[in-house]
């Protein structure tokens, strides 16, 4: 059987959906951060208009390996706010 270049496209589309369908799924996932006094500063930063690049660089002086471990299952963890939003509504 020929593979078409057609066929090719489809897959390649196909598999672009599946990636994007994963990504939204781990991100689900992942609980907001906390607007408690710890995270204020983050949540006043973005309102800010700070670089979210930088502002959640931050993140990990307290979230590293011996203070506050992420979960051993823990994805990536470059760039917490892509899955960890901020909390819209501040309790
Ligand atoms: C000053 C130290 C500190 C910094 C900086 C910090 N955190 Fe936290 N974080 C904590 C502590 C302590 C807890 C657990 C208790 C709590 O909810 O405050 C926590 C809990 C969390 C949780 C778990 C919430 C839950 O429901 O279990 C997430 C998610 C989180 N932080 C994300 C972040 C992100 C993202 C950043 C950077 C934008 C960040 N934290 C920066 C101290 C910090
Ligand atoms: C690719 C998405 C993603 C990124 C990036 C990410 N996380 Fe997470 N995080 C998750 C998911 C999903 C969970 C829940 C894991 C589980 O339940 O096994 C989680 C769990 C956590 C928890 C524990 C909350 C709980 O369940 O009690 C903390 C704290 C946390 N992440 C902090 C961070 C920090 C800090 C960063 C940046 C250094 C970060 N995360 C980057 C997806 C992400």
Not at 12 to 19: D, G, L, P
Not at 55 to 68: M, N, P, W
């Amino acid at each position: 059987m020929k593979v078409m270049k057609r066929d090719l496209l489809a897959l390649a589309a196909a598999a672009a959906v599946i990636v994007v369908l994963i990504m939204v799924t781990v991100r689900e996932k992942a609980k907001p951060v906390p607007a408690d006094e710890k995270h204020r500063a983050f949540y006043e930063a973005m309102e800010k208009g700070g670089d979210r690049i930088e502002v959640e660089r931050a993140c990990i002086t307290c979230h590293h390996s011996q203070a506050i471990p992420l979960p051993k299952k823990h994805p990536p963890k470059e760039q917490c706010l892509i899955c960890h939003k901020l909390n819209k509504t501040k309790q």
